[in-house]
């Protein structure tokens, strides 16, 4: 059986689509290839999904002021680093978060 996140991402390629989403930071991916940008190249799913990962840190403050910061990672099926660079990536991600917390 497959994985679901890889079926999403073979429905989502036969449109066209691609993808940035989060990938907990307990899933620890093995880095084929490090980038020049902080990114590497990996894959998900019995290395069937190659993707793109974007070490990322997430600063949260909440309303009684207290601060967490947690380390995330990003899967991107955007795996060319010059045209799409890690920290625009990692900035888009951040923009729709915030979208998502306001709803």
Known sequence: M??????????????GAEFLCRSGARRIPL??????????????????LPVRIIEAWITVTYQDGTVCREQWRLATSLTDHTRYPARELDDLYHERWQVETKI
């Open 31 to 48: 880095i084929i290839k490090r980038l020049p940008d902080g990114s590497y190249l990996s894959t998900f799913g019995m290395e069937k």
């Open 2 to 15: 497959q994985e679901k996140s890889v079926i999403t991402r073979e429905i989502a390629v036969a449109g």
